[in-house]
């Protein structure tokens, strides 16, 4: 039986059950569709689209050697897959399995059209390693909190991955359509610092990490100064790189590298809560935080955009992400506190922005991650624990290399006043070129007075959602 394999984001040929799934079948037609929704809607972004695109490429490259190739169609999936399994003459379409509610709804969508025409869709693993059904608590419930989850997904075992088939018999459609470019989609220019795009590429940055970084992972990886983690965040989104062979491949090294597992069991935790409670997209996951008055301030957001707080760590952050389309971890989760607590802006806010801005862009992990910051959502930091900006600063980035790298305005600044430009004085303002207000702003807030009013906000919300007793 011909069968097409609808690429979305498995875009790679190693440990691929459904690629396999299809070749058993007989002859395979390779499709992706590009989904105007994904490309233009208000979660998309020029770094995300161009990094998917020259991944493409190289899926495509991979495909040819093997005796395949890609077909590429533009428009909505319910339309653009029927209609080409139908041309190619294709039973079945099979796919990796996806989990946002977008893509749950997109693939009943096209699973009806498919049904009408007697071609039938298969979803298989391989987007993560264990499926939101397989991990529960004892009593069979989804696990909401971080450490009950990564227990019961740790004990699951694993399947050994799967090589990369050595041919594919392919199906060829006579116009395979071709793969553009972000300027052929009417699309801006991504950042320069794109990172290598493609499975092959994911694949040398997975064999760098484990042939050496990842046994210093546990020590350096909160570092902002240091290249301590894997930057293999944008590869596992758009599953260039299998996660169940990136987690045997870390296990089987020759060092500890449980705390690098842990952290991709964080990616496995929030996309089985996005199954499990699909309106954390719309929504804080604790409810009683839903009602929180966050201020409207259209300047303060801007501030923060811009890398313009005065908070050298937070302005630092979000240079970086300007600049790269990644930021790290750690500046994630200040610059994200910082939105959600000390300025009171709807976390959502930052979330899009996020969204529109990072090659690593995921629903699942952002809102995730912007829940946990915010202190909303699940197994959320507490909303009593505020970051503080510059303690932060003094413990991540100890010399400022992090902080003079995306501010040039304070590079002349001696480090022990870095973290706190506004404690300057004047005098040393001036020989290091940087007068605070005109060179590099004045905090926008005061952080302590934020914090309190932020505490005094969170407290309101929670009181008011309490049930009073005898009421
Ligand atoms: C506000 C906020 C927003 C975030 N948005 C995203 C996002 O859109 N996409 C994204 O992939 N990650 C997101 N993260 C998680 C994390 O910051 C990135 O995964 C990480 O910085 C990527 O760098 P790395 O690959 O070097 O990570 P490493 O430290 O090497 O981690 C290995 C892998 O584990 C996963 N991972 C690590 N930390 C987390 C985490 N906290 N939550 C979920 N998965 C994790 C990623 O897939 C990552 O590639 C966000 C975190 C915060 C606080």
Sequence with gaps: MTSVLWFRRDLR?????????????????PLFVLDPVLVRGRWSSPNRTAFLLASLR????????????????????????PRFAIEIGAGAVFVSRDYSPYARRRDAAVARALEAHGIGFHARRGTLVHEPEEVRGAAGQPLTVFTPFHRAWSALP????????????????????????????????????LPAAGEPAARARLQRFLAGPVCAYAETRDRLDLAG?????????????????????????????AKFVSEVAWREFYHHVLWHHPRVLREPFQQAFAAIPWRRDQAAFEAWTAGRTGYPLVDAAMRELAATGYMHNRARMVAASFLAKDLLLDWRLGETHFMRHLVDGDVANNDGGWQWAASVGTDAQPYFRIFNPVLQAKKFDPEGSYLRRWL????????????????????VQAEAGCIIGRDYPAP????????????????????????????
């Design 408 to 427: 040039p305005e304070l590079r002349r600044v001696p480090v022990r006043y870095v973290h706190e430009p506004w404690t300057m004085p004047p005098s």
């Design 229 to 257: 983690t894997s930057r293999l965040s944008q590869d596992l989104h758009l599953g260039l790189l299998s996660p169940l062979e990136v987690v045997t491949a870390a296990r089987a090294a020759p060092c500890e590298s």
């Design 444 to 471: 926008i807030v005061d952080h302590r007075a934020a914090r309190e009013q932020a505490l005094a906000v969170f407290e309101a919300a929670r009181e008011a959602a309490t049930p009073k007793a005898g009421r």
């Design 58 to 81: 190289d899926l495509d490259a991979a495909l040819r050697a093997r005796g395949a190739r890609l077909h590429l169609r533009i428009g909505r999936p319910a339309e653009e897959v």
């Design 158 to 193: 694993l399947r050994a991955p799967f090589p990369a088939p050595a041919r594919i018999p392919a199906a060829d459609h006579p116009d395979p359509g071709a793969i553009p470019s972000p300027a052929d989609l009417g699309l801006p220019p991504p950042v320069e610092a």
């Design 13 to 29: 040929l190693h440990d691929h059950p459904a690629l396999r799934a299809a070749i058993d079948a007989g002859p395979v037609a």
